[in-house]
């Protein structure tokens, strides 16, 4: 069996350059063949009608300079580079004479064609270009939604978004100036209004907006629209907006509507040497929306907000087309209307995108069964300064390599712009259970974690809170109208507290969620509450699954101590009320 290998190598922002090595065996049928060479395919950037078709798989390009994702870039500039890569395109063009072109247009039709796929098109949601509108353009979420203490001095929490919205919360002005030793009463607002002259004015190249401006793409170069895309959430960015710093921002803003139109902006920006940041949710916490305070050069913002729809779902394969722009609870709802979810819940999922997730390599609350975005992603299309990068396979793994794929991911919009995912979606489950469990200490907790890790039975999501986020979570409390509920809550602390011995200022709690089936999810609650039994568990919501039998005996007792009084057993023994309160709860939970 013989062995031939080719390589193509191509470059990126950072003068590094990659090497996709296809090994042809004639030992193991052209079928294989036909399959390394479809691994990827380069597309020449130069107008939508221009593109190549999906049969091409790569070309050479003329290196261009001036973008700022690909300025040090030196790979096609070199005529002996060209003349290599032709001469190797050749030799592989040669092993796949005949049938191969034709073999490969059937299969895209045939995969296009496909009945079970829906076209959700037609259902678009946009998020506003003046994001300020609706967010916080100095802070983390929406405008209308913040803590404040009202006139009687009690904190609330404004908005109509959360359940907590609108609510009191009693117990937070207590931690926080016990937490930080900080008086609500000390204030520091932070800058209410942004003026345009606390911005520097853009540096705009002329000749690069008048050819945008021929495109019909809408662009801006107003002081509020810049500022809100020259940040990220890092603490340090966050900060010095609320104090009015305000440092180098983008000179404009894009909003391409398509994959196309993000074509024409790169190409323009090689042609013009302008600096290109892709813009998704605006989310990065990796100070990656930086402008450098040094650069001259017209750096303009690519917001992909407007690319925000699903192209198609497939049904019968599981996966779904979707422009990168979408931001995750969007993609959620659409998806949920059709019966599907992706199950990639990261943090920041009310105003991430998808792109976004792909470009940080980003990970999600549920990943223990849905994986993270690298399990879920089988196509990925991305625009870079040397042209239209993807794979000409979407089957969702290849034994050739290096995949493509690893390379966008996690590459912060450096390498390029990604402009449409495909990913895997799933059905939506039909049962979810939520619980939670207390460890008497943060060691305790991790121990339990690392036993459930190593039998391999890990819920949908399992989130282990220290000390201190429990004590945040339970000052975020709000106020109950409800004796019932009070009495529940103070029995509650008393069974952590007095009875188990719990000291409130070590526990710890653990967050769980089980998804899928409603019998599997049940056998694997108990699998996972049978291992963190050993490591000193007590079911933090075990008295949302008493029998009402439970409530009337302990309402017995909380009688009797609210009467100063003792009942006597059979023996004639007399206890106290809190040890016949602990003996009611330890029996019903025994049985």
């Not at 130069?46 to 390009?61: F, G, H, V």
């Not at 602390?493 to 011995?501: A, E, N, P, S, V």
Request: glycine content about 8%.
């Amino acid at each position: 069996m013989r062995a031939h290998e080719h390589a193509f190598t191509f470059g990126s922002s950072t003068s590094t350059f990659f090497q996709l090595h296809i090994v042809n065996c004639t030992g193991l049928g052209e079928k294989k063949v036909k399959a390394a060479v479809a691994t990827l395919r380069l597309e020449r950037c130069k107008s939508a009608d221009e593109l190549q078709p999906r049969r091409s798989w790569i070309r050479s390009l003329p290196h261009k300079h001036g973008s700022g994702m690909a300025s040090n870039s030196s790979v096609g500039g070199s005529s002996d580079r060209q003349r290599i890569a032709q001469q190797r395109l050749r030799i592989i063009a040669g092993h796949l004479q005949g049938p191969v072109d034709n073999d490969s247009t059937i299969l895209a039709a045939e995969c296009k064609a496909q009945s079970s796929k829906t076209d959700v098109s037609s259902e678009r949601k946009t998020v506003p270009r003046r994001r300020q509108e609706i967010l916080k353009w100095n802070g983390w979420g929406y405008s209308d939604t913040r803590f404040l203490f009202n006139k009687k001095g009690q904190a609330e929490f404004t908005g109509k978004r959360y359940r907590l919205s609108g609510m009191i919360i009693p117990a937070l002005q207590n931690w926080f100036e016990g937490t930080f030793g900080a008086s609500v009463q000390h204030k520091s607002p932070a800058m209410p209004i942004l003026t345009s002259s606390a911005v520097q004015p853009p540096t705009l190249n002329e000749a690069f907006v008048d050819e945008l401006k021929s495109t019909g793409i809408p662009f801006s170069h107003d002081a509020e629209d810049r500022v809100f895309r020259g940040h990220g959430h890092c603490l340090h960015e966050v900060f010095a907006l609320r104090e009015g710093k305000v440092g180098r921002v983008p000179d404009m803003v894009v909003w391409p509507n398509c994959h196309n139109d993000v074509v024409k902006i790169v190409e323009l920006a090689c042609k013009h040497n302008v600096c290109l940041i892709p813009y998704g949710g605006g989310t990065s916490v990796s100070s990656g929306l930086e402008c450098p305070p040094e650069e001259t050069r017209c750096i303009v913002s690519l917001d992909t907000s407007q690319m925000n729809r699903i192209l198609w779902i497939d049904e019968k394969n599981l996966t779904a087309h979707v422009e990168a722009g979408i931001v995750g609870q969007e993609l959620e709802r659409l998806l949920n209307e059709s019966g599907y979810c992706t199950g990639h819940e990261p943090d920041s999922m009310e105003f991430s995108s998808l792109g976004g997730w792909v470009a940080t390599r980003a990970s999600g609350m549920k990943k223990n069964i849905y994986g993270n975005i690298e399990d879920l992603v089988v196509h990925v299309k991305m625009v870079t300064p040397q042209g239209v990068i993807e794979k000409g396979c979407q089957c969702p793994r290849m034994s050739t390599g290096p995949d493509i794929h690893h390379f966008i991911m996690g590459s912060e919009g450096t390498l390029g712009v990604v402009t449409e995912v495909t990913m895997k979606i799933r059905p939506m489950p039909e049962y979810q259970k939520y619980g939670s469990v207390v460890f008497p200490n943060f060691e305790q907790g991790v121990a339990c974690l690392r036993e459930v890790a190593k039998q391999r039975c890990a819920p949908a999501s399992i989130r282990l809170m220290d000390n201190e986020q429990f004590k945040f979570g339970h000052a975020l409390k709000p106020q109950v109208s409800s004796i019932f509920t009070s009495f529940l809550d103070g029995l509650k602390k008393f069974y952590i507290t007095k009875f188990k011995g719990f000291d409130p200022d070590r526990l710890c709690v653990a967050t769980l969620l089980f998804e899928g089936d409603r019998e599997k999810v049940l056998q694997h609650e108990k699998q996972v509450y049978d291992i963190a039994a050993k490591f000193g568990l007590m079911d933090h919501l075990w008295m949302s699954s008493c029998q009402a039998s439970f409530y009337v005996k302990v309402g017995v007792v909380w009688a009797v101590i609210a009467g100063h009084s003792s009942p006597q057993d059979s023996a004639g023994r007399e206890d106290t009320a809190w040890e016949c309160l602990a003996a009611v709860i330890d029996y019903e939970m025994d049985q």
